[in-house]
């Protein structure tokens, strides 16, 4: 019952990939396409990416569910929850008014990619059980 790589980088890779064509997209409707602003952010998110995957990753794996569709559903109700505890935690801790605004933008756009890696990781590890 050792923790795959697979699960991890599907985990990180997902949410980081769909952050970022989303931004990039936003960004350059809004103002064109200006690098600086579009580098600015990308530490942040990967750590919250990378953050998300080890959690969601190791909690999973943790979890003796050997059926694929309860694994997928385990991880989907994993991803969506760790994405709105972070989030809530970010509010309550730091900043105001506007910061939580874009906070909570910032989960929402974070919880459909969340929700499908966590969902893949699962199927990864009722596979992983099954072997």
Known sequence: MKLRISGYVVWFIVPYIFLNVVFIVAEAARTGVDWSGLLH???????????LALAGTTVLWL??????????AAG??????????????????????????????ESFILCIPSCAAGALAGVLRARALRE
Do not use: D, K
Request: charged share 15%; with cysteine; aromatic share 8%.
């Open 76 to 105: 989907a109700a994993l991803g969506v929850g760790m994405v709105l505890t972070v989030s809530w935690f970010r509010m309550n801790h730091y900043g105001g008014f506007e910061e939580n605004i874009e906070r909570m933008v």
């Open 41 to 51: 952010g990308q530490p942040e998110a990967a750590a919250t990416c990378a953050g």
């Open 63 to 72: 979890l003796p569910v050997r059926h694929p569709a309860l694994a997928a």
